[in-house]
């Protein structure tokens, strides 16, 4: 039954009773070390959520949301509105790139290339964000001339995420069954009409969920957008190229090494407000896992 | 119909064109990084691996001098090899202290922990995976930092006198341990999570098999269910390290910052090279000659290269390691 474990096997086996106490006492240590290591990293998330919104959420009022960075104090609105542009824009060219490449990748593609194509994808998303940043600086912002700008930043950002939209999109289509395929094609129905009108309504909140997932990411990014968007006092305009950004991880970043009391405050807040974003998005992704997608 | 026909074929187009794009990206950025790394490597060789110090050279100069048909400032003198030792350091040390507990924390999920109770916990640490890394950073700097600056490093030091490595000076608490600390944070959950899931689909039956002839239920998980997901979990643990070597902001805020230094202690200032790029690209614009930036350039590829490496292993271990390995149903 059991191979390739040789003599540890053995040994329950062979003993009469006598040395069970102590295997008994090893298990008992070994799962209080399991569960304290649980314990341990609950308290870790605990502490990390403790330390930024208790002084974050000092810090939070309708001002500040409502008024512009200005050096050191001021509010977050400018960073707020950037963030936001910039996972519009970047959420705009990924997602339909995203979405069409993992329907490639669940529905057209002979198993083979889309293996090969999943092994590109994952690679990609491995690639340290920092490089992505320094490929949009030297070639967007240098070699086109775009400058720090909303449209450099956000294409940096859709880089980044475009992995995890495709693999998403393609996992949820390949959880639909296949009956349903195949019932449309014996329809008569194109692959693209049967995708369009029978396997998207299933696949939808996994699209969804990728989404939101690279969402989240892109919002929490910082190292490519150091050299891609700048940073802007003011609040975003639509300008895509030549005009500096800002956003919220920026504002975590630097002003905890300002040494003002005003300037730590805003970093606190801004902190607080990611965590709040995500802790948003996380539990819609729960709220789309948990519906049923399929009969 | 016709038309029909080839709107369709159009879309299949799309898609595959789609699908294609991130073999495209990776090419394009491979050849850019490549292209803008010449010059460094050109200038600076193979000592740009070995050597500590990193000096833009005299930016005062007028002429700049050419050495391999490369201009240079004069003096200038780019060697990578503390910002090398600084990223396999922390990602080692994050990698000792993280793996241990990420493992032990999913088998606690997995064969020990109430459903109910798992229900809750294991949102949270997911929720962990998506903190943003300059809230690692930010905790790492304010929490982390404090602690083994007054807590845990003067109490490692007193090991000192039986390993060297661990002897005070302690410093400010930014640098290699707390980087260590912060990063073992940061890939806990990647660890724990493909490792939970790996151990769920470990089949009941050997594990119940092994019950009943008389293992305690910690030998069962040891010798049952590990050697069956044991690929796929190290896998999981490659692909958190090739995240810890790529991270950035969280190393950038904790590390102290440090160039032109080798580790001396456990608490040295250290940087990683993703740091060193972002750190760096601002002064590198200063350089009249260009070559600090085609320096930083080289830093990437090397970085890159290092990353997909690291992930093509663990990819190719997490897609077989769910294959039955020394278990036989």
């Known amino acids: 039954m059991i191979n390739g474990t040789g003599s540890a096997i053995q040994a329950p086996l062979g003993d009469n009773g006598v040395r069970r106490p102590l295997r008994k006492a090893r298990a008992i240590g070994a799962w209080s070390i399991a569960f304290a290591a649980l314990a341990l990293v609950v308290v870790v998330v605990i502490d990390i959520l403790i330390s930024v919104v208790g002084k974050g959420a000092q810090g939070l009022s309708w001002k500040v949301l409502t008024t512009q960075t200005s050096g050191i104090s001021g509010g977050l609105e400018n960073a707020i509105l950037g963030t936001l542009m910039l996972i519009l824009v970047s959420t705009i060219i990924a997602g339909p790139i995203g979405i069409l490449g993992g329907v490639f990748m669940a529905l057209f593609a002979n198993s083979a290339v889309a293996n090969v194509l999943r092994y590109i994808t994952d690679i990609l998303s491995g690639v340290p964000s920092i490089v992505i940043g320094y490929f949009g600086y030297t070639v967007m912002v240098v070699q086109w001339g775009w400058g720090f700008s909303m449209l450099a930043a956000g294409i940096s950002l859709a880089v980044l995420t475009l992995p995890y939209i495709i693999r998403t999109t393609e996992s949820s289509l390949r959880q639909v069954p296949k009956s349903y395929m195949e019932g449309a094609l014996a329809l008569g129905m194109t692959s693209t009409t049967a995708l369009r009108t029978v396997l998207i309504r299933p696949a939808l909140p996994g699209i969804l969920t990728g989404l939101l997932l690279a969402v989240s990411i892109g919002m929490g990014e910082t190292a490519p957008l150091i050299y891609t968007a700048g940073w802007s006092n003011f609040n975003p305009t639509f300008q895509m190229v030549k005009n500096p950004i800002g956003y919220l991880t920026y504002v975590v970043w630097t002003y905890l090494n300002e040494p003002y009391a005003s300037a730590h405050q805003l970093a606190y807040t801004a902190a607080f407000l990611l965590i709040l974003i995500v802790l948003i998005l996380h539990i819609l992704v729960r709220l789309l896992q948990r519906k049923p997608a399929l009969q | ?329």
Request: no cysteine.
């Open chain 2, 1 to 329: 119909m016709k038309r029909h026909q080839l709107t369709s074929k159009m879309f299949r187009l799309a898609t595959g064109i789609a699908a294609g794009s991130p073999l495209l990206i990776l090419i394009v950025l491979s050849f850019v990084l490549f292209r803008d790394a010449m010059p460094a490597f050109r200038y600076q060789g193979i000592s740009f691996f070995t050597g500590i110090i990193w000096n833009m050279g005299n930016m005062y100069a007028n002429n700049p001098i050419v050495k391999n048909g490369v201009q240079a400032a004069p003096g200038a003198a780019f060697g990578i090899l503390p910002f090398i030792v600084g990223t396999i350091g922390s990602s080692i040390i994050a990698l000792i202290i993280g793996v241990p507990i990420a493992l032990m924390t999913a088998f606690a999920l997995v064969y020990k922990v109430p459903p109910s109770l798992a229900k809750i916990v294991s949102p949270v640490i997911e929720l962990l995976a998506g903190i943003p890394s300059v809230i690692y950073g930010l905790w790492g700097m304010t929490v982390v930092a404090p602690w083994v600056e007054y807590g845990l490093g003067p109490w490692l030091s007193h090991l000192g006198h039986m390993v060297p490595f661990l002897a005070a000076p302690v410093g400010t608490g930014l640098g290699l341990l707390t980087s260590g600390l912060v990063l073992a944070v940061m890939i806990i959950p990647i660890i724990t999570s493909t490792a939970r899931d790996l151990l769920k689909q470990v089949p009941t039956l050997p594990v119940e098999g092994a019950l009943a002839l008389g293992m305690t239920s910690f030998e069962s998980v040891l010798h049952v269910a590990w050697p069956w997901a044991k690929r796929g979990i190290i896998g999981a643990v490659i692909l958190g390290w090739g995240r810890a070597l790529g991270e950035t902001m969280a190393v950038l805020m904790v590390s102290g910052d440090a160039a032109n230094y080798l580790p001396a202690n456990l608490y040295s200032p250290i940087s990683s090279m993703a740091a060193a790029i972002a750190s760096m690209l601002d002064s590198a614009l200063t350089d009249f000659s260009g070559l600090s930036v085609h320096a930083l350039a080289l830093i990437a590829v090397t970085l890159l290269l290092i990353t997909m490496l690291t992930n093509l292993l663990a990819r190719l271990l997490v897609q077989f390691g769910g294959r039955r390995v020394g278990v036989e149903v």
